[in-house]
């Protein structure tokens, strides 16, 4: 998936900042719209994923990498 409206950069940060950074950025765009997130946090997908489902967002893609993860959320 290469196509995205912001994109997040929380490398290297550990958990909460993650989570923080994509609540921010996804105040910051509109309805229907693509974020993608890249996270080195192990932990960011168990964060993300409460979170997603209780904000109603939708992850549409998630790719894991060795050092990595990258996440693509739309908007509700």
């Given amino acids: 998936m290469?196509?995205?409206d912001l994109e997040?950069?929380?490398s290297g940060l550990q958990c909460p900042l993650p989570l923080l950074r994509?609540?921010?950025?996804?105040?910051e765009i509109d309805s229907g719209k693509v974020l993608k997130v890249?996270?080195?946090d192990p932990a960011a997908h168990l964060d993300f994923g409460v979170y997603l489902a209780q904000a109603g967002h939708i992850p549409l893609y998630i790719h894991k990498e060795a050092d990595k993860q990258i996440f693509y959320i739309q908007k509700k």
């Avoid at 994509?22 to 105040?27: F, G, P």
């Fill in 2 to 4: 290469n196509e995205f």
């Fill in 8 to 10: 997040v950069d929380a």
């Fill in 22 to 27: 994509l609540k921010k950025a996804i105040m």
């Fill in 38 to 40: 890249i996270a080195t």
